[in-house]
C-alpha cells in the first residue's frame, strides 16, 4: 500500500522504515518543522527543581542539545504522553520515566495518581491545551516553558505532484490537527483528493479527525488508541 506520511522529516523518517517493515510504500511529505529552543529549555530546569512532563517527542529532542547541561537533572521524575516519548527520554538518560496512554488528559491522570505538584511542563507551539486543562482542574501546580515550535511547511506544486500525478497514495497519516488543517489549507493538495477519492485518511485521534472537510469524513479511520503503533495497525 502507498502510504503518504505528513509528519515532520525526523519522525517521519522512522515511521517510513516501519511502514516498510510492513510491506507498504511509503511517500514522504512533511507539512511542519521544529524550531528548536533550547536556551528556553535550560533555564526552566535551572529555575525548577520537580518533576518534568512531555507531551511531544519534539521535547526530548531539545533536551537531547544541551549535552552535559542536562546531566543534573535527570534524576528528575518525568511523565511523558505515550510510550515511544517516554522511551526516548529513558535513551537520554532519564531514570524515572512513567507513560500514559491516550491525550494530555490522561497524562494529568497519572501525575495526579503519583501525588505530584510543582510540575515543569516543557511544551510547544502551537498545542493543544487539554494537559494544562487537566492539571488545572485536579488543582496541580505547573510552570510551562515553551521550547520549541512548529512551523508550516508549504510543499510546492513540484513536489505535490510527483506523488499525486501517477499511482496515488492510498492512505495518509495525520499525526495532529494542526498538520491536517495545513494539509487542507494547501489547494492543490485539498484538489487532489475530491469527494470521491478512495484514499484512507488516518487520524491519531478525534481532535485529529475534526480537521477534515466535511465531504471527506467518509474517507475518515481513527486510531483506537493516540500512538503510532496503532494507527499503524489501520493499515
Known amino acids: ?33 521544529p524550531l528548536h529552543d533550547s536556551a528556553a529549555a535550560l533555564v526552566a530546569l535551572a529555575t525548577t527543581s520537580g518533576a518534568i512532563a512531555v507531551t511531544s517527542a519534539e521535547a526530548v ?10 546531566r543534573p537533572h535527570l534524576a528528575r521524575p518525568l511523565f511523558a504522553v505515550g510510550e ?30 503519583r501525588g505530584t505538584d510543582g510540575l515543569l511542563y516543557l511544551a510547544g507551539m502551537p498545542r493543544a491545551e487539554t494537559f494544562e486543562a487537566g492539571l488545572r482542574e485536579r488543582s ?10 512548529m512551523q508550516p511547511v ?9 506523488i499525486f500525478s501517477r499511482s496515488r497514495p492510498e492512505a495518509i497519516l495525520f499525526y495532529s ?26 487520524c491519531l485521534s478525534e ?15 481513527i486510531s483506537p488508541m493516540a500512538d503510532e503503533k496503532s494507527l499503524l495497525s489501520l493499515l
Open 1 to 33: 500500500m502507498r502510504v503518504l506520511v505528513t509528519r515532520p522529516a525526523y519522525s517521519a523518517t522512522r515511521t517510513a522504515q516501519r511502514l516498510r517493515d510492513m510491506g507498504h510504500e511509503p511517500l514522504l511529505l512533511p507539512l511542519r518543522q
Open 61 to 70: 529532542r531539545v533536551l537531547s542539545a544541551l549535552g552535559e547541561q542536562l
Open 84 to 113: 515511544t516519548t517516554a522511551e526516548e527520554a529513558r535513551s537520554l538518560g532519564f531514570r524515572s520515566v512513567a507513560s500514559s496512554q491516550g491525550n494530555g488528559r490522561d497524562l494529568a491522570d497519572l501525575v495526579a495518581a
Open 140 to 149: 496541580i501546580r505547573f510552570s510551562v516553558a515553551e521550547c520549541y515550535r
Open 154 to 162: 508549504v510543499p510546492g506544486p513540484a513536489e505535490i505532484e510527483a
Open 177 to 202: 490537527r494542526q498538520t491536517a488543517e495545513d494539509f487542507f489549507r494547501v489547494p492543490e493538495l485539498r484538489s487532489a483528493l475530491p469527494e470521491h477519492s478512495a484514499a484512507r485518511l488516518l
Open 207 to 221: 481532535a485529529v479527525a475534526q480537521a477534515i472537510p466535511t465531504a471527506l469524513k467518509k474517507s475518515v479511520e
